[in-house]
């Protein structure tokens, strides 16, 4: 458990630098047709903080780890992140960090085989260290 939360915290160290070096107009760049911007990864990440702290305190008096989803895509045009300032949502992104989820959840219960990465954010910030 403490090299997870030592990667965890790692992680999440890495992210904010990296997030702090891109600038206004580089956060606005869709890279191809039909893909999001930085602004729209990280409002995605917001949202998906927002589902996972919902499903780590579900799972707290659940028999299985299956849960319901959500349209990602919807969610993050509804809510206009290309829209908003970078900076507004650095501020948001490091709130939702600073008040993640609350509890461990029994590491005896077995998830679904295709379930979530280990932390929220984990496959997003992997997917970003490949471009």
Not at 99 to 123: E, H, I, M, T
């Amino acid at each position: 458990m403490q090299d997870f939360v030592r990667d965890f915290k790692q992680t999440l160290e890495l992210a904010e630098r990296r997030l702090r070096e891109v600038s206004e107009t580089r956060s606005e760049v869709r890279p191809a047709l039909g893909e999001w911007s930085a602004k729209e990864i990280l409002g995605h990440l917001i949202d998906s903080a927002a589902n996972n702290h919902r499903r780590f305190v579900e799972a707290q008096s659940k028999d299985d780890l299956v849960f319901p989803g959500y349209s990602q895509k919807q969610w993050v045009a509804v809510q206009q992140y290309q829209q908003a300032s970078w900076t507004a949502h650095r501020a948001v992104e490091s709130v939702q960090r600073t008040l993640g989820p609350r509890g461990v959840v029994d590491s005896r219960r077995r998830a679904d085989p295709a379930s979530k990465p280990a932390y929220p954010g984990q496959n997003h910030i992997s997917h970003s260290e490949q471009r």
